[in-house]
Each structure stands twice: as structure tokens, then as C-alpha cells.
């Protein structure tokens, strides 16, 4: 039996464990004390009756032995004769306990004068008593294991209380929430060392939250300071009539790649950034952000016979951020067009699930288990290997199920689940 992990299970089933020992101890040892009182008592009424009829058979030779409900006597001379029954002829000298059928005895044998004394008195109703007494003691030490197991739970609720209290204050209390130690509310004994323990703990997680917020806005300020310098140099760049085609599609190529940089790091951000992630944004239409996405990404497809199949439902609204979706969605199809040379590409959206679907390579078995760990990338891959594991984070954040199944040379098809 595995012992219950909290607590106050292990303070009440300690106490009903106690209680329960400690009460069979005593039960087992009061029955066999008044056991022994009871033969005690029985062998010193055999010992009185003999001691009786053998002074009245030295004054009359001729009385007969004892002959009652409980007590039966017999006398054999020391030529054996006289009647006997058959179970006291084999018996030696001293006290015995003889068993007839449901009946039981206790015998005493002794010999005086020449002559063999037998007396026999019926235990069977001690017997009946003993179990009755039992029977008494069972219950009682089920009612002790009772009250002691409720009394355990007494007891574990007045111990465990301020270690409750202090783990509710734990639970609701914000990593923002510094106004109001933990300590002040447990000033002493164990619960107050453990408080302070957990103000030390709160006390470094604000430092490094507040360096991590530091870093995150510094950083964040100097990416899309340079991603912006680069977009308008590039925008700058495409409107020259002189370019050529090459020069023109390398700029164009550079601003993609600085538009793709500048998302990534909008929807890492907000993937930080718990409380926004959850909260902001509440009416993203699916439908629109799909048919965005595959125009934005349609420029990898050019020059491959790929066919581009979209399939949209403007009824499902996600209450979620739109940044998020996007990103989610982006990343979805620029791994569906990257990786499909020839064949159709299909992405399907419906009112609880978006598909992506295409007839590319596809992966191996043993890369399909892997594909949303974070910086995991198949051999054939060129990416960095954060697309999947960022839609895989995105769908945890919100409660989505996603799902991938690919075979290789038969293409990849990935299922988000919306609830």
C-alpha cells in the first residue's frame, strides 16, 4: 500500500496505525490475562471438589464422586476397576484438556490411597464467554482505530494549518507582490524559518526578473532599431530604377529576411511576456490570418510546379493574440512551401482545426518524435530549428492540441486542434 503523499494523510494514517496497534496490544493482552484467570480459576475449583470428595470418601467409602451439570466425577481402584469412559482411560496424572465433539473439558488426575481420582469440568461455557469477550475486545479496537484515526485528522489539521496558510500565501502571491513579506504573517517556529526561506527565494527571483525585463526591453529597443534601418534602406533601395533583376531580388530577399527576423522576434517576446500572451487580443479571425500568410510566403514557391489549395472558415474566431497566430500560421506554411518541389500544397481551416497539408519529402519516423524540440533539426532541414517547437509552445500556451505525421517521399501534414 503506497502511503498518501500530503501531509496530513500521513499525520491521521500515523495516528489510526498507532491507535490500532496500541489497542491490539492491549486487547491481546487483557484476553490472555483473564484466559489464565479463567483456568486458574477452573483448576482451583477441581483441586477444592477432589480435596472435598476425597475427604468424604475416607469418611464414607461408600459416596459417590461428583455428578453435576458442570462437574463429573469418576474412581478407579489400583487393580482398574470400576466403570471409566473410554477418552480418560489413556490420560496420565495431572491436569488435561479433553475435546468431545463440540464439548470441551478440563480433567483432573490424581491418585491417593491406592485409588486414581478423575474429575472433569465442563468448559464449555467459559468457552462461549472467551469468545463473546473476543468478540468485545475486536470492536473495541476497531473503535479505537476510529477515534484515533479522527482524532489524527484533528490533529494533522490543527499541525498542518500554518503550513497550509503559508502555502495558500505561497500560491496567490505574485512574483510583483513584495510589498508584504512572507515572514511578517509567521514570525517564529518552523512555518517562520520556512517563510523566510521562501522571502530569500522571492528576493532573487525579482532580481532576475527585473534583469531579465532589462534585457528583454534593451534588446528588444536595439533588434528593431537596426530591423528598421535595414526595411527602409531596402525600400529605399527597391524604388532605384536601375537595378537588376539580380540585384533587385537580393534586396528584396534581405527584406524578407528582415521582415521574418523582426515577426520571430515580436512573437518571442510576447512568448516571454506571460500576462500579454494569455490576455491580449480577443478576436483573431483565422480564416484572414491564413489567407495573409499564404500570400506573404507564396514568394518561396516560385518557379515549382506546386499547386496551392486553401480551404478557410470565417466563423472561427480565436481568443488569442493575433501576433501569435500569425506566427503560428507562418510558420506552419513556410515549412509546408520550403520543403514540397513538386505536387500540391493544402491548407484547410475549419471551424475547430487548421491543416497544413503537402506532398513534399517528408521526414523519418525517428525525426517525427523529435521535430518539436527546440533547436532540433532533420539532416535534410535548413532552418534553425525553432519553427515547430515556437508553434508547439504557442498551442501550449492557449490550450491547443498539434499533432505531425509524415513519411518520407509521401509529404507532412500538421493538425492544430482548437478545442
Not at 500521513?10 to 489510526?16: G, K
Amino acid at each position: 500500500m503506497r502511503l498518501p503523499l500530503d501531509l496530513r494523510g500521513r499525520v491521521a494514517l500515523f495516528f489510526a496505525g498507532f491507535g490500532a496497534l496500541v489497542s491490539l496490544a492491549m486487547a491481546l493482552v487483557i484476553y490472555s490475562s483473564a484466559h489464565d484467570l479463567g483456568q486458574r480459576l477452573i483448576d482451583e475449583t477441581l483441586a477444592a471438589e477432589l480435596d472435598d470428595y476425597i475427604a468424604r470418601r475416607e469418611r464414607n467409602p461408600l459416596s459417590l464422586p461428583p455428578s453435576t451439570v458442570v462437574v463429573q466425577g469418576y474412581v478407579r481402584d489400583a487393580d482398574k476397576l470400576g466403570d471409566l469412559p473410554p477418552y480418560l482411560e489413556n490420560l496420565p496424572l495431572g491436569r488435561h484438556d479433553v475435546r468431545l465433539g463440540a464439548l470441551t473439558y478440563r480433567a483432573s488426575i490424581i491418585e491417593r490411597g491406592g485409588e486414581r481420582y478423575y474429575l472433569l469440568y465442563d468448559t464449555s461455557l467459559q468457552a462461549r464467554r472467551e469468545e463473546q469477550f473476543a468478540w468485545m475486545l475486536g470492536m473495541m479496537v476497531i473503535v479505537m482505530t476510529l477515534m484515533s484515526a479522527l482524532g489524527g485528522v484533528w490533529l494533522s489539521r490543527t499541525v498542518v494549518a500554518p503550513v497550509a496558510d503559508l502555502a495558500a500565501k505561497v500560491r496567490h502571491r505574485s512574483p510583483d507582490d513584495w510589498a508584504h513579506p512572507l515572514s511578517d504573517d509567521f514570525p517564529s517556529g518552523e512555518v517562520g524559518e520556512l517563510a523566510r526561506v521562501f522571502d530569500r527565494h522571492l528576493m532573487r527571483m525579482r532580481a532576475f526578473i527585473e534583469r531579465e525585463r532589462a534585457f528583454s526591453a534593451d534588446i528588444s529597443h536595439e533588434l528593431r532599431t537596426a530591423l528598421s534601418v535595414i526595411l527602409s534602406a531596402t525600400e529605399v533601395l527597391l524604388e532605384d530604377e536601375s537595378l537588376t533583376d539580380k540585384q533587385e531580388l537580393r534586396i528584396r530577399r534581405i527584406k524578407r529576411a528582415a521582415r521574418d527576423m523582426s515577426e520571430l522576434g515580436t512573437a518571442l517576446l510576447l512568448m516571454v511576456r506571460e500576462e500579454h500572451a494569455l490576455t491580449s487580443g480577443g478576436g483573431c479571425v483565422l480564416a484572414e490570418v491564413v489567407r495573409e500568410v499564404v500570400e506573404k510566403q507564396r514568394h518561396q514557391l516560385a518557379g515549382k510546379p506546386v499547386e496551392v489549395e486553401v480551404h478557410t472558415n470565417p466563423e472561427l474566431i480565436l481568443p488569442a493574440d493575433p501576433g501569435l497566430v500569425e506566427i503560428l500560421v507562418s510558420n506552419l506554411v513556410r515549412n509546408a512551401f520550403s520543403y514540397t518541389a513538386a505536387g500540391t500544397v493544402v491548407v484547410r481551416q475549419d471551424a475547430h482545426s487548421l491543416t497544413v497539408s503537402d506532398t513534399g519529402k517528408g521526414m523519418p519516423e525517428q525525426a517525427v518524435k523529435q521535430v518539436f524540440i527546440r533547436h532540433f533539426r532533420d539532416m535534410a532541414s535548413e532552418g534553425a530549428g525553432i519553427g515547430l517547437s515556437l508553434v508547439k509552445r504557442i498551442c501550449d500556451r492557449y490550450g491547443w492540441q498539434v499533432r505531425l505525421e509524415s513519411c518520407e517521399q509521401r509529404g507532412t501534414s500538421v493538425r492544430v486542434e482548437f478545442g
